[in-house]
């Protein structure tokens, strides 16, 4: 209670429910929104402002008005002065000629000579024309030349200028048109009339150098009308940006107490001295009390926090010692419903040099946060006890290629200890603490560079590692670590083997070499056996062709048969009238149906070896056509519950007889689930290898004898054994399939064990099939 007395004694009405006036003299509290700038700025001198651009106008008309009247009163002096010169000219230059010319000098060459000698004065300008004329006003001489006036009349040129050539001096100087432009000429009559001298000057020549002073004034004019505005806009500007800000001000504010209100956080102000707290609204609205404008007092805040999270009392004597000067804290306040909600301060000293110390912070709701972290570290920590009792070693980096994490079976396997494994660690400083591999080599994976990384690597007591490296979504890197060592000790024991057969191959080529001796000897004898051999063809392509046609003779009545029969076991022109008329008809369709299939497989087989099938090659995508197959045979592996797998990829192609090769397919599958047991499995794979492609078929059947491998696929040719008698055919179904095989080029094989399943093979050489087809 001392505390609370000290730091101001807790008011005895209701928390949160008070209605006290706060503190005058508290800095910082004043909620007080400043008048807007533009509104003092525009409020000053309201009829100085409005008046403005009136005073601009005006300054601006007064300017122009002095600038017009200055460039008249220019042009005036500017014409006088001109036309004082040329009076003064045309008198002299008449006055020169009169007493130059004599009896012994020409009138001519006088004249001449006077306008040489007035251009070398240089009293006029080039763009003034000097003229000397006889009495009857015909030029004599001209300056400059480059006019070509020499020899014509002067009234003839002048327009306008009647009174000059009547009056002389007396008419003074006078506006004129020469060529369509206008000019100012003087003209000076000799007393005796013999002689005339005229000086004439364009008007465009004597007003140029005003012209450039008046555009000179008229740019500096507009200079300064733009400037002033340009100030003009610029003050009406900055008065509406000024209100444009306050209004961003405003809109800022009230944005700011609503991100408050939705962000679960508040503002506090906390007066030391007085031992007073100022809570924004948001700050009430967390704690679920009802919003007061009156300051809390010191008591009334710490008797909601949490006794176990620290004592508010101590940690303000801290802050009036000066020893912080600024809060952190992660504490519990009692709610308005009685549950206690976690809470992050943060504050800071306004102003440590001032003697009343001040704090101004914020307080979020971090309760989720909390209860989110809880979970989230009983999470890890399972996900840590999984990693760790695994087989394999595991680490785990992140995008910076430190260490995030790692398991003990990590550490054995790289001799690291437990400092060394520290998160954060970079990798390549724990690579250098590691124990040196005795080995290491990168293995191709299947799956591209972006799948990850697989290495194989011997450890220095001897064991091997199959080493996984994948990327994560955060871009770190997992590594998962398999221990190989036995497979690569039965790789070993395989590589001996090998080596022991490339020596029995020698042996065997030896042997090779003398069998060929051998061969020789036979040669002679197989000579005299090719007669021999070329009648057994002969009677063998009669067999087939006769075969062929009597296969077309006796499929007719079969179809008859059948036909007949299932219209019988149908009752399709009523009932038979015994029950065992029925089973007979059924035992007729049956055995006619098993004896065409045979028929087929005859005639298919005499085709073959008669030289009579066909073959259409085209590009045939595999793995719908297996499926197709797999469907056909499906009805009849579902009667004994067998499973038919197929493993092979979406994109194979092959330039094969797409009727060949389906024939191929089922009539393996047909063997395949004839004699595959209840509930067996067969499975089908395609792959390409060394530019061929080989299908391949096994079941987990009856399986043949190993004495009665060399009798498949010979026509006609059967195994039986305990596992098979109960089956019928015709024996033609692998020795159509070898022959169809052989026509592409290819081969079949058949690995059996008794009682274990047989795998079928047929191999068909791509390459050699796409020359095939381009020869043909």
Known sequence: MAKADAWGAPDETAFGRRRQARGAGLSGNARLIAEPAYRRLLAAEPLLRRSIPTLIVIFLIVVAGARFLSMMALRDDVERNAKAILALSAGELVNSLMAGATADVPFATASQDLLERTSQQGTLSRSHVIVLTDGNFRIVAVSPQSTGWQGQSLDAIISGGQPLFMFGDRAGVMDIRIGGQDWLAAVSLADDKRAAAAAMVPMDAVFADWRKTVSLNVALFVMTAGILIIILYAYFSQAARAQAADGIYLEAHERIDLALVRGKCGLWD?????????????????????????????????RIIHPEDGDLFELANQVVAREVDHIDRVFRMRHADGRWVWM?????????????????GIAVDITEQRHLALRSEAADQRLRAAIENITESFVLWDASDRLVMCNSKYQHDNGLSDRDVLPGTAREDLEERMVAFASERRLANVNGPRAGATYERQLADG???????????DGGMVSVGSDITQIKQHQDKLMESERRLMATIHDLSLARRSEEERSGELVELNRKYMKETERAEAANRAKSEFLANMSHELRTPLNAVIGFSELMEGRLFGPLGSPRYEEYARDINSSGKYLLGVINDILDMSKIEAGQFSMDREEIDLC??????????????????????????????????????????????SNAVKFTGQGGRITVRARNASGALTLSLEDNGCGIPKHALGKLGRPFEQVQNQFSKNHEGSGLGLAISRSLAELHGGALKIRSTEGVGTIVSVRIPVRRIERLAKAA
Request: glycine content about 4%; charged content about 25%.
């Open 344 to 360: 992050r301060a943060r504050a800071q000293v306004v102003d440590p040099e001032a003697p009343e110390i001040q704090m101004t």
């Open 463 to 473: 064991r091997w590692l199959q080493v996984n490296e994948l990327k994560t979504r």
């Open 624 to 669: 719908p056509l297996i499926r197709e197959t797999v469907r056909v045979v499906s009805l009849q592996a579902a009667q004994k519950s067998i499973t038919v797998e197929t493993q092979i990829a979406e994109q194979m192609t092959l330039f094969a007889d797409r009727r060949a090769i389906k024939q191929i397919v089922i009539n393996l599958l």
């Open 270 to 302: 906390w007066d030391m001295v007085r031992g007073k707290m100022y809570w924004s609204g948001s700050m009430y609205q967390l704690l679920g009390y009802e919003a007061c404008e009156a300051m809390l007092s010191f008591g009334e805040v710490a």
